[in-house]
């Protein structure tokens, strides 16, 4: 048995026992079927990926670094009162500014992420309302009072520090939830790659079956190539290229946010006071002005999607009307 002398010559000789119209007709079942499959699996897998960018904009960024400024503030807020009583300077006026400021910064920080989490936050700004109360107590009403105010102090610390119910322990179990939230959000999890590898199989099936049809209408037809089926073939490409690589660009960028939010939640849980405090709020606010930064750049992702999903319906459409019309003419034949 002699071998085909070409490509064009085998596929000729194994399709050639199949009629024209049949031929035709399993072509566009399969292109749409695939284009259908492939446009869906793209769609859904790179709104995903928008969708946990904007998640973590929106909530979970927020809520990281709204902690980790509390935890900061009110330790700096302590560290501020003692200096000033080791230093003798409780009755100096305008001595507590510092540490008023810090309490009504964690204050508001705190009451600004009530929205961004899920989590009761509830416990958390009571013990802080008690802790700045015992703190004001401490230096303004009993300041002339040494033993009331060590007393109110050692109640502040209670507060503050006591393991399991304290404001700090409580910050911090909120940080570790909130943390681990941030880091499941970045991640791409594995139905989501599922997706895109779906993509990419349905795209390569349909360019492989955009080719067979060429060949079929240009050997069986009498046709030069179809100039919608060389569309749908330019557009399977594309869509084979861009959006992945856009997506993966995004994921890059939310793998540098969930980084950049465990360093947030390190620098304000390592031990420190005085001037190491305040450059660790230094660093946290510089860590968290980059996450915004990077979270905001990603504006031309939206363009992406909204270029894929116009080609994709190209990509359903141009196939049909490129293979469509012929059968028009064997089914009018019929």
Same mark, same amino acid.
């Given at each position: /048995?002699t071998?085909?002398?070409?490509?064009?010559?085998?596929?000729?000789?194994?399709?050639?026992?199949f009629?024209?119209?049949?031929?035709?007709?399993? @072509?566009l079942? !399969?292109?749409?079927?695939?284009?259908?499959?492939?446009?869906?699996?793209? *769609?859904?897998?790179?709104?995903?990926?928008?969708?946990?960018a904007r998640?973590?904009?929106?909530?979970?960024?927020p #809520? !990281?670094?709204g902690?980790a #400024?509390? $935890?900061?503030?009110?330790?700096?807020?302590? +560290?501020e009162?003692?200096?000033?009583?080791?230093?003798?300077?409780?009755?100096v006026?305008?001595?507590?500014?510092?540490y008023?400021?810090?309490?009504?910064?964690?204050?508001?920080?705190?009451?600004?992420i009530g929205?961004?989490t899920d989590?009761?936050?509830?416990?958390?700004n009571? *013990?802080?309302?008690?802790?700045?109360?015992s *703190?004001?107590?401490? /230096?303004?009403?009993?300041?002339d009072?040494?033993? /009331?105010?060590?007393?109110?102090? #050692?109640e502040? =610390?209670?507060? *503050?520090?006591?393991?399991h119910?304290?404001l700090?322990?409580?910050?911090?179990?909120l940080?570790?939830?909130?943390?681990?939230?941030a880091?499941?959000?970045?991640? /791409?999890? +594995?139905?989501?790659?599922?997706?895109?590898?779906?993509?990419?199989?349905?795209?390569?099936?349909?360019?492989l079956?955009?080719?067979s049809?060429?060949?079929?209408? $240009?050997?069986r037809?009498? %046709? &030069?190539? &179809?100039?919608?089926?060389? #569309?749908?073939?330019?557009?399977?490409?594309?869509?084979?290229? !861009?959006?992945?690589?856009?997506?993966?660009?995004?994921q890059?960028?939310?793998d540098?946010?969930?980084?950049?939010?465990?360093r947030i939640?390190? @620098?304000s849980?390592?031990?420190?006071?005085?001037?190491?405090?305040?450059? %660790?709020q230094?660093?946290?606010?510089?860590?968290?002005? =980059?996450v915004?930064r990077?979270?905001?750049?990603?504006? +031309?992702?939206?363009r992406?999607?909204?270029?894929s999903?116009?080609?994709?319906?190209?990509?359903v459409?141009?196939?049909?009307?490129?293979?469509g019309l012929?059968?028009?003419?064997? +089914?009018? %034949?019929?």
């Amino acid at each position: /048995m002699t071998r085909p002398s070409s490509p064009a010559a085998f596929w000729r000789a194994r399709l050639g026992r199949f009629r024209t119209r049949r031929l035709l007709e399993a @072509h566009l079942l !399969v292109l749409v079927v695939c284009a259908a499959v492939a446009v869906s699996a793209l *769609l859904l897998s790179y709104r995903q990926t928008q969708q946990s960018a904007r998640t973590l904009a929106t909530r979970e960024a927020p #809520a !990281v670094q709204g902690l980790a #400024a509390t $935890r900061l503030a009110v330790l700096r807020a302590e +560290w501020e009162v003692t200096d000033l009583i080791d230093r003798r300077l409780v009755k100096v006026a305008g001595s507590g500014e510092t540490y008023r400021v810090q309490l009504s910064a964690a204050d508001q920080v705190l009451s600004g992420i009530g929205d961004s989490t899920d989590q009761d936050l509830g416990t958390v700004n009571g *013990l802080l309302d008690s802790y700045g109360t015992s *703190l004001a107590s401490a /230096m303004t009403v009993y300041q002339d009072q040494e033993y /009331m105010r060590e007393q109110k102090l #050692a109640e502040a =610390r209670s507060l *503050l520090n006591r393991p399991h119910v304290g404001l700090v322990p409580r910050l911090d179990q909120l940080q570790r939830e909130q943390t681990a939230r941030a880091s499941a959000t970045a991640t /791409m999890g +594995w139905v989501q790659r599922g997706g895109w590898w779906l993509t990419e199989a349905a795209l390569a099936v349909l360019a492989l079956t955009l080719l067979s049809a060429l060949f079929v209408l $240009r050997d069986r037809c009498g %046709r &030069d190539w &179809d100039p919608s089926l060389l #569309a749908a073939l330019a557009l399977t490409v594309l869509c084979a290229v !861009v959006p992945p690589l856009a997506a993966s660009s995004a994921q890059d960028d939310l793998d540098a946010v969930r980084a950049d939010l465990g360093r947030i939640t390190a @620098h304000s849980r390592q031990s420190a006071g005085g001037k190491a405090l305040a450059e %660790r709020q230094e660093d946290v606010t510089e860590l968290s002005e =980059r996450v915004r930064r990077e979270l905001a750049g990603d504006a +031309w992702t939206e363009r992406v999607y909204q270029g894929s999903l116009v080609g994709g319906l190209l990509v359903v459409f141009l196939p049909v009307v490129g293979i469509g019309l012929r059968l028009d003419v064997y +089914w009018r %034949r019929r």
